[in-house]
Nanobody
Framework: AQVVESGGGLVPTGGSLRLSCAAS????????MAWYRQAPGKEREKVAG????????NYLDSVKGRFTISRDNAKNTVYLEMNSLKPEDTAVYYC????????WGQGTRVTVSS
């Protein structure tokens, strides 16, 4: 199994980014997927998840209304649209199954300047 995250960068407060995660080597369409993040000095936390059947979504309270998770099963890809970014969103963002397995990618770094 492999995931490759992309789309991170440096943005000002209030800016937007769209992260992508290309998955391979496992049954993407039958797995619930999620985005996670790890800020400096903090534990990794789940940011958003999306189901494999009816594509139900769930979000960390602090990102509700600002982030949107989606998936394209034809492309084995999951996305995270992030709007109204805040400095506290600064972290390395990862995708994985939900719950996660041991196959973490390298992540994509998001830095929000104040």
């Amino acid at each position: 199994a492999q995931v490759v995250e992309s789309g991170g960068g440096l943005v000002p407060t209030g800016g937007s980014l769209r992260l992508s995660c290309a998955a391979s080597g496992f049954g993407f369409t039958i797995n619930t997927m999620a985005w996670y993040r790890q800020a400096p000095g903090k534990e990794r936390e789940k940011v958003a998840g999306i189901g494999n059947l009816n594509w139900d979504t769930n979000y960390l309270d602090s990102v509700k209304g600002r982030f949107t998770i989606s998936r394209d099963n034809a492309k084995n890809t999951v996305y995270l649209e992030m709007n109204s970014l805040k400095p506290e969103d600064t972290a390395v963002y990862y995708c994985n199954r939900d719950p996660p397995d041991s196959n973490w990618g390298q992540g994509t770094r998001v830095t929000v300047s104040s």
